[in-house]
Structures are given as structure tokens and as C-alpha cells.
């Protein structure tokens, strides 16, 4: 088979008298800068090319020293958020032509620590997000052959115990909080994080939110000293930019104010409840 | 060993940087003057506890144009505070109540229904009751 011989050398390897574009990068590598500095980067204009695309052109052409994540490319592993202009995004679904001919500038998620240039530490997060458990806690209590509360033997973990039915309206009242990929962005976004880092924050919260919603879970009450602590949902001020850059619509800020809806109230029927019925 | 990550200095300015956080920033602030004429409100109360004149001479200072001016400008403040806060109010609702499906719209409008209803209640028991 022939190829058609076709220009097709500005996808590739474009020559630099083409347009154009300057990147300015925060740049810092531990144990070489002592703070973080602006490095400016012109590479080819190429209208096609997202973030990531440009990250890669310097990355292989310009710089290999420069770090940054990424996976998947599309939107879905939640690796390759970072700042644009000062506004989160992801950089697999952010593009140069949104910009165009203005220089960029790139810098690392708002609000982390800076491990390495564009690379930030993920790790608060990551203990954050374990201490709500976000899992199904004890799955098959309410099965056909499950006692609720009773402890999980294996008898009921198994397809025996019956299967486990959800309807699309209970569905319906998680499904939009699944959606979390973890990117980090609407922390990033969120004013009360950057002042307390303790602050459980938007993602941890509505991923929390998604378990509590969940029919088959019956973990609530393992989540809630988490949530209902100060850092936790008492937190937020309803800022409401968390919602407004989640690349994924989960709209962290109404699981927050769920949350907190149902620690209040879970609060109230502890002083009018007698204790067993709680 | 891995280093500890590099912590950059926090804008004390944060809240200029953004025009989400400026207009977050202006919906706080109008608590600051319903705030203070609840204070002058209590101080109002007050005053009524104390006697005839020293609870004519608070009404009387309502009505100097410094007075008139503030209350205005609560007035001012308090609907800001209102139509902002009704208009987020939806996120707080869960998805279904009753099994019926929450429509944010819906949310907003029985917000303001409740909130003109309440307000024409205390005005007609103002003027007419007593
Ligand atoms: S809630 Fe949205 S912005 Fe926050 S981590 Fe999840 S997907 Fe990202
Ligand atoms: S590379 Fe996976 S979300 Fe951007």
C-alpha cells in the first residue's frame, strides 16, 4: 500500500518559522532551586495540540528535565491537573488554541506542595480520602439471606447470599458522585483548603457523600466522625468554585452541603431519640 | 529520601484574585450590616426597657439621614445576601424528596414564595394589627 504523499509535517515535527506559542512553566527541582522560578519555553503553534501535546513537545525536544503526570490523555485518570492563567484544569482536555496567540502560564496545582515542577504532593489526600472510607461497607447486610448489622460472614459474600438490587432512582442518588477521578482541581479552586489544610475538602467529601447515598452501604456512621468534625463538612463556606472547575459535573460543593444537612440532622435526633432508636 | 514538597507563600489578597471569590467575599460582607442593625435593634429593645423617653429618643434617632441611610443600605445588603443565597439553596436539597425528583427551579421559586409570603404577613400584621 502506497501512502499519499501529503504535508503532514506540521502534525509531526513542526518547523519553528511557524506560528508560534510561548509557555511561561514554574519550574522547581529539589536540591537544585531553592525556590520555585518561571522558565519561558516558545514552541510551534500547532492548533491541535492540548497542554499535554505541548508538555510532550517540550519534554522531547526542549527540556527532558521537565516533570509533570499524565496517563491517560482523555480525561479519565485525573493525573494531569494543573494550573492555566491561574485557573485548574485538566491538561489532556485544555488546548493551545483556547489561547492563542497570548503566552501561557503553567504552574502546579494551587493549594499542594510542589514535589517537582508541575508534579504535587498528592499525599494529604490520599489519607484524607481513606478516612472516610470510601467502599462499600458491608454490602450484603441487606441481601435477602443478610441480617442487617449482623457481622459479614462469607456465607453472605457470596452470589447465594442473593443479589444485592438497586433501582435507577436509587442509582440516580450517587451516580453523579462516582464520577470523581480524583484530579484535585476543585481543591485547587477551594479558598478554605489553601487557608486550612487540615479541611477534609471537596473530593474526599463527595466521594464520602457517594457511599452514604448508596443503598448497599452501611457505613454511615464509620464516615461520620470525619465528616462532622470541624475540618470536615463545618468547613466549608460555600464558595461554590469547586463545582464550577470539576472537569467531571460531580458538583462537590451540593455533596458538601448534603453532608452537612444530614450531620445536623443526624445531630438533632441525638438529643430527641432515645439512644436505641438511632 | 524523598524530599519534603516545596510549600509556595499564600496571597494574603486571595480573595481579589478571582471574580468567584470577590462576589463570595461581597456576599459575606453583607452580613457585617445586617449585623450591625440587629445590633441597633437589640440596642432598640434596650432603650424600650429603659422608659418612654429613652425609647423616643432611639426612634427619634432612626430617623436622622445617617440612620436612614444605614437602614437603606442593610436593606440593600440583605437582598443581595437573599438572591444569592436562594440561588445556591438548590445544591443543599437532596436529589428526591417524597420520590419525586428535586428541580432546582422549583427550589428558587418556593424560596421566594415562602419569603414574600412571610414578609407580606409581617407587614399587613405591622400596619393592621396592634
Ligand atoms: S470532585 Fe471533580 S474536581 Fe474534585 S477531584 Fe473529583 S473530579 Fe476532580
Ligand atoms: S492524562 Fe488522564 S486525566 Fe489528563
Redesign the interface.
Known amino acids: 500500500m502506497t501512502i499519499p504523499a501529503t504535508d503532514n509535517t506540521s502534525e509531526t515535527a513542526p518547523s519553528k518559522s511557524e506560528a508560534g506559542i510561548t509557555l511561561e512553566i514554574l519550574r ?1 527541582i ?2 537544585t532551586h531553592s ?2 522560578t518561571f522558565q519561558r519555553f516558545e514552541i510551534p503553534y500547532v492548533e491541535d495540540w492540548s497542554m499535554l501535546d505541548a508538555l510532550g513537545y517540550i519534554k522531547d525536544e526542549l527540556d527532558s528535565s521537565l516533570s509533570y503526570r499524565w496517563s491517560c490523555r482523555m480525561a479519565v485518570c485525573g493525573s494531569c491537573g494543573m494550573m492555566f492563567d ?1 485557573v485548574p484544569k485538566l491538561a489532556c482536555e485544555t488546548f493551545l488554541r483556547d489561547y492563542y496567540p497570548r503566552p501561557i502560564r503553567v504552574e502546579p496545582l494551587e493549594n ?4 517537582r515542577d508541575l508534579v ?2 498528592q499525599e494529604p489526600f490520599l489519607e484524607k480520602l481513606e478516612s472516610v472510607k470510601p467502599y462499600i461497607i458491608d454490602a450484603m447486610a441487606n441481601a435477602p439471606s443478610g441480617k442487617p448489622g449482623a457481622p459479614a460472614g462469607h456465607e453472605r459474600e457470596t452470589i447465594q447470599a442473593g443479589e444485592n438490587r438497586q433501582t435507577p ?1 436509587e442509582l ?2 450517587f451516580d453523579q458522585y462516582s464520577m470523581c477521578i480524583n484530579c484535585l482541581l476543585c481543591y485547587s479552586a477551594c ?1 478554605q483548603f ?2 486550612n489544610p487540615a479541611f477534609l475538602g471537596p473530593a474526599a467529601i463527595s466521594l464520602a457523600h457517594r457511599y452514604n447515598q448508596d443503598n448497599r452501604d452501611q457505613g454511615n456512621a464509620d464516615r461520620a466522625p470525619a465528616l462532622n468534625e470541624e475540618d470536615g463538612v463545618w468547613s466549608c ?5 469547586c ?2 472547575v470539576c472537569p467531571k459535573s460531580v ?1 462537590p ?2 455533596a458538601i ?2 453532608e ?2 444530614r450531620g445536623a440532622t443526624d445531630w438533632a435526633l441525638s438529643w430527641l431519640l432515645p439512644k436505641g432508636a438511632r | 529520601m524523598r524530599q519534603s514538597p516545596y510549600h509556595r507563600p499564600r496571597d494574603p489578597f486571595w480573595y481579589m484574585r478571582r471574580s468567584v471569590y470577590r462576589r463570595y467575599m461581597v456576599r459575606e460582607a453583607t452580613s457585617v450590616f445586617i449585623g450591625l442593625w440587629m445590633l441597633n435593634l437589640i440596642l432598640g429593645i434596650l432603650q424600650l426597657s429603659r422608659g418612654e423617653a429613652a425609647w423616643t429618643a432611639w426612634l427619634t434617632w432612626q430617623q436622622h439621614p445617617l440612620m436612614l441611610t444605614f437602614s437603606g443600605l442593610t436593606l440593600i445588603m440583605a437582598m443581595v445576601h437573599t438572591t444569592t443565597w436562594f440561588a445556591i439553596a438548590p445544591k443543599a436539597m437532596p436529589k428526591f424528596i417524597a420520590g419525586k425528583a428535586v428541580v432546582h427551579q422549583q427550589v428558587v421559586i418556593g424560596h421566594w414564595l415562602v419569603f414574600g409570603l412571610v414578609s407580606l404577613f409581617l407587614l399587613v400584621a405591622v400596619y393592621w394589627g396592634a
Open positions: 522547581y529539589p536540591g525556590e520555585p491561574g499542594f506542595g510542589i514535589e504535587i504532593d432512582k440516580a442518588l479558598p489553601g487557608l463556606t460555600f464558595v461554590g468554585y463545582s464550577e458538583d460543593a451540593s452541603q448534603q452537612k444537612v
